[in-house]
């Protein structure tokens, strides 16, 4: 897969899976691993990326005698959730026009 296009895809897996709960690390590549493979070297920028971009907070809580740093989506994220829903149709649209499956009637 083009690592354009799978590294957008991530970070959109990465809100979705967060959008569900509030989360960490290993627990995220946990729930995204059986759609898509990621790694801890991968999630961590990520995770830095969209709390840059204000799409994700990070508090901590205590687990075991450490603090676990946990992960919550932002209106910003969920945001790009939606947009990337919409998105998503014209990629559709796209994947079927590549593979043949729309004929050229139903292109216009």
């Known amino acids: 897969m083009d690592i354009q296009i799978k590294r957008g895809l ?3 897996c990465v809100l979705a899976a967060i959008s569900r709960k509030d989360s960490y690390g290993y627990q995220i590549i946990k729930d ?8 801890e070297s991968t999630l961590y920028p990520i995770l830095r990326r969209l709390e840059e ?3 994700l907070t990070v508090y901590s809580v205590e687990h075991n005698g450490r603090l676990r740093k946990y992960y919550s989506i932002t209106d910003e994220g969920k945001c790009r ?4 829903s919409e998105e998503w ?3 559709m649209s796209i994947y079927k026009f590549i593979t043949g ?5 139903e292109q216009n």
């Open 89 to 91: 149709k014209e990629i």
């Open 81 to 84: 959730l939606q947009a990337f």
């Open 101 to 105: 499956e729309v004929s050229g009637d």
């Open 53 to 55: 971009n204000r799409q």
């Open 10 to 12: 991530l970070e959109v």
């Open 32 to 39: 995204i691993e059986p759609y898509i493979s990621i790694s």
